[in-house]
C-alpha cells in the first residue's frame, strides 16, 4: 500500500503562484508513475501532469504547460507541483496519485490517490 498526503493549497489571486506537496508513504515508488489530476465542482477528474520516480519524466496537460512545473525529491519521498500564472480557471481540487508503469494520463489507471487539497484562484 501506498499512502499519499497532499498540502499546500489556498486561496490566490489571479497570476499568483503556490506550490502543492504530496508526501508518499508506505512502500517503496520506486518505478510508480506521480500524477497530479484537479477535479472542479461539477466537472470530471482531469490530468495536470505526471512524473516517472525513477529517471523523472514528466508530462503535462497542455493547459497547463510553462505555468507547472512537476519534481520530485527522492530522499524525501516527496512530488511538488508547482503552479505559477495562476488563472480563474485552475480552481479545483488537487489530487496526488500513483501506479505501476511509465505513463498514466487517465485517472482510472492510477492505484493511490490523497485525499486532495483545494487550490482557488481569484479573479
Known amino acids: 500500500q501506498v499512502q499519499l498526503v497532499e498540502s499546500g493549497g489556498g486561496l490566490v489571486q489571479a497570476g499568483g503562484s503556490l506550490r502543492l506537496s504530496c508526501a508518499a508513504s508506505g512502500r517503496t515508488v520506486s518505478g510508480y508513475v506521480m500524477g497530479w489530476f484537479r477535479q472542479a465542482p461539477g466537472k470530471e477528474r482531469d490530468f495536470v501532469a505526471f512524473i516517472r520516480w525513477n529517471g523523472g519524466t514528466t508530462y503535462y496537460a497542455d493547459s497547463v504547460k510553462g505555468r507547472f512545473t512537476i519534481s520530485r525529491d527522492t530522499s524525501k519521498n516527496m512530488v511538488y507541483l508547482q503552479m505559477n500564472s495562476l488563472k480563474p480557471e485552475d480552481t479545483a481540487i488537487y489530487y496526488c496519485?500513483?501506479?505501476?508503469?511509465?505513463?498514466?494520463?487517465?485517472?482510472?489507471?492510477?492505484?493511490?490517490w490523497g485525499q486532495g487539497t483545494q487550490v482557488t484562484v481569484s479573479s
Open positions: 496519485a500513483a501506479r505501476l508503469g511509465l505513463y498514466g494520463l487517465d485517472p482510472r489507471g492510477y492505484n493511490y
